[in-house]
């Protein structure tokens, strides 16, 4: 006998998900696609839905991590609608924003939520104290605060609320999907060690999972990469876009 109860609520699933065309495979742009150029095309956008970065590729990331052949075939295997189509600093998937969940969307629902909190408050008064103010105390901007589990430290959340001379302003925001790691930053992880390339996409997919906003994240990377453990790095080969932006 299982020690379940009837009335026992399921825990909701928060993991991310991204959506496909169960026909995609058959189109013939996509059909006729190499396996690596197949592979990354998925990968690609679970990567966006990931880092929220709306179907942007940055051309650094997408060189690491398919090359630039793949990202030949993939602005090519259509005239009009590639699957990939070249912007400023990469690429970008095509139609990302019709049939994945993108930042606008989940800011529209956490408002939604915020509001419908609000809303819920206001009619259940609390004993101590005024249900508007209770809320508001919650819910005002502590975006560097505690989240949603417990069992996260001060010391985690306070990376992402260090602001430096580089930050435009007093107002946090969640990470730019343009953001990317500065020269100081990769001289700083390869004094220590570091793949700057792995640690910039941990950051942020932990700014992403966690919703994380902040003044300078500049400055939050910086904190970051003083907390991280060194790792092995390779170096590229010499004609590799990344061995001269990278590794100088």
């Not at 399921?10 to 013939?28: Q, S, V």
Request: proline fraction near 5%; include cysteine; hydrophobic fraction near 30%.
């Amino acid at each position: 006998m299982g020690d379940s109860t009837p009335d026992s609520t399921p825990r909701k699933d928060r993991r991310l998900y991204a959506k496909f065309d169960i026909g995609m495979d058959e189109h013939t742009k996509i059909m006729f696609l190499s396996d690596a150029a197949f592979r990354a095309l998925f990968e690609s956008t679970l990567y966006s839905r990931r880092q929220l970065t709306d179907g942007f590729l940055d051309e650094r990331v997408v060189l690491k991590k398919w090359g630039a052949e793949v990202a030949a075939e993939l602005s090519s295997n259509d005239t009009n609608k590639p699957s990939w189509r070249r912007v400023e600093g990469g690429w970008h998937i095509h139609d990302f924003a019709e049939h994945q969940t993108t930042t606008q969307d989940i800011e529209k629902k956490r408002e939604a939520g915020r509001r419908g909190g609000l809303a819920k408050a206001k009619q259940e008064p609390s004993k101590t104290e005024a249900p508007a103010k209770h809320v508001l105390d919650e819910c005002s901007s502590k975006s560097l605060a505690k989240t949603e589990t417990e069992t996260e430290t001060e010391t985690e959340t306070s990376l992402f609320a260090v602001p430096d001379a580089e930050s435009e302003g007093t107002r946090e925001r969640p990470l730019p999907k343009s953001w990317a790691p500065t020269a100081s930053h990769i001289e700083r992880a390869k004094a220590q060690g570091i793949d700057v390339i792995s640690a910039a996409e941990d950051f942020r997919l932990h700014a992403a999972t966690h919703g994380r906003t902040a003044v300078s994240w500049n400055a939050a990377f910086t904190t970051w990469l003083k907390r991280a453990k060194p790792t092995t790095q390779t170096k590229p080969a010499a004609n590799s876009p990344w061995s001269k932006d990278f590794y100088k």
